[in-house]
């Protein structure tokens, strides 16, 4: 069974950090890209970062640039976000995602993976 599992979502305040973790079970996660996403209520889906297969090549979207980081540990088939100075934009639910590709997609398409985890609650409160 192919499965990943978020962890490390919570109740943080204005510039406040949390890490969240992706554990990846049941396939050969360290040869897939993986991606996180983001939806707050009301709105759509959108990609927060990605981090090819072997770690080498990261991507962000603009708005979390110089505030979140993305890393890996294949050998535990572990992927991390790491968010920094969060601000309530930021709230919403988390979900990480494999692509059966080593490379990260150019546009954050959620039709470009193909396994999904079921989020963790991200809330940034004032």
């Known amino acids: 069974q192919l499965r990943l599992v978020e962890s490390g979502g919570g109740l943080v305040q204005p510039g406040e950090s949390l890490r969240l973790s992706c554990a990846a079970s049941g396939f050969a996660s360290r040869y897939d890209a993986i991606g996180w996403f983001r939806q707050a209520p009301g709105k759509e889906r959108e990609g927060v970062s990605c981090i090819s297969s072997s770690g080498s090549a990261v991507k962000y979207t603009d708005s979390v640039k110089g505030r979140f980081t993305i890393s890996r540990d294949n050998a535990n088939y572990m992927v991390y976000l790491q968010m920094d100075n969060l601000q309530p934009e930021d709230t919403a639910v988390y979900r990480c995602?494999?692509?059966?590709?080593?490379?990260?997609?150019?546009?954050?398409?959620?039709?470009?993976?193909?396994?999904w985890g079921q989020g963790t609650q991200v809330t940034v409160f004032a």
């Open positions: 995602a494999a692509r059966r590709n080593a490379d990260c997609d150019l546009y954050f398409r959620e039709s470009n993976y193909d396994i």
